[in-house]
């Protein structure tokens, strides 16, 4: 029942890249940014904080389309890159890429700002007077003790890019080894009336959701440092 064609595993191999570098990518952004955010209540910050959090109430059809516009050959992003001799990013895995960071942005921005929000400013300014740098402050006080937000917003991340589907088709067709992610290749095998197949990749999703959640309500209950 579970035997996985070439084609399954294929999809499977392009959806954990895709969801690997958008996680480290995710986590590199969103930590200064989160940061930034917990460290006023500017309205800048305000701006800035609702358009993190669109993604959660955009559809991401919407939000598919408006990047195919920009990316694509005929957008202004696309053909700047077409200029400078580059591929323009529509129907490539880096153009999904950038798709899901952009997408899955509030799901490492939030955990990680509800952390800081909760640790403060204190333990921060204390380092700081005793001598301790940047780099020292940030390893040896603010990783530590936020630690479960970042297992959160690394987790959350990665398991919301996986269940992507809007925003990757429009931007990314269905290209097989390339842009043919998991949630993309469910909708084939539907389109296609091949339900056995389709049934077996959504329950393979299903359960590994059911893991994600379990996880993070158990960081939860075990740090009280995120809300989700």
């Known amino acids: 029942m579970?035997?996985?064609?070439?084609?399954?595993?294929?999809?499977?191999?392009?959806t954990l890249r895709l969801c690997t570098l958008t996680?480290?990518?995710l986590l590199v952004i969103a930590t200064p940014l989160a940061w930034w955010m917990a460290s006023g209540r500017s309205l800048a910050r305000t701006i800035v904080q609702a358009v993190v959090a669109l993604p959660l109430v955009?559809?991401?059809?919407?939000?598919?389309?408006?990047?195919?516009?920009?990316?694509?050959?005929?957008?202004?992003v696309g053909q700047s890159m077409e200029w400078l001799g580059l591929q323009h990013l529509a129907f490539s895995f880096e153009g999904i890429l950038l798709a899901s960071v952009l997408y899955s942005m509030p799901f490492a921005v939030q955990p990680l700002l509800e952390a800081f929000n909760q640790l403060g400013r204190r333990p921060v300014e204390v380092?700081?007077?005793?001598?301790?740098?940047?780099?020292?402050?940030?390893?040896?006080?603010?990783?530590?003790?936020?630690?479960?937000?970042?297992?959160?917003?690394?987790?959350?991340?990665?398991?919301?890019?996986?269940?992507?589907?809007?925003v990757i088709l429009m931007l990314g067709g269905s290209i097989p080894g390339e842009t043919k992610v998991l949630s993309v290749l469910i909708y084939d095998h539907a389109e296609a009336m091949n339900y056995a197949a389709a049934h077996r990749l959504s329950l393979m999703l299903l359960v590994f959701s059911f893991a994600v959640l379990f996880l993070v309500y158990s960081i939860n209950r075990r740090f009280h440092v995120v809300k989700v």
């Open 58 to 76: 955009l559809p991401p059809t919407v939000l598919g389309f408006y990047l195919l516009m920009t990316l694509g050959p005929r957008g202004p």
């Open 127 to 166: 380092a700081a007077s005793l001598g301790a740098g940047l780099v020292d402050r940030f390893f040896t006080v603010i990783l530590p003790l936020t630690r479960g937000g970042f297992v959160v917003a690394a987790t959350l991340s990665f398991a919301h890019t996986v269940g992507e589907f809007g």
């Open 2 to 14: 579970f035997e996985l064609s070439a084609a399954d595993w294929q999809a499977i191999q392009v």
């Open 23 to 25: 996680t480290l990518i």
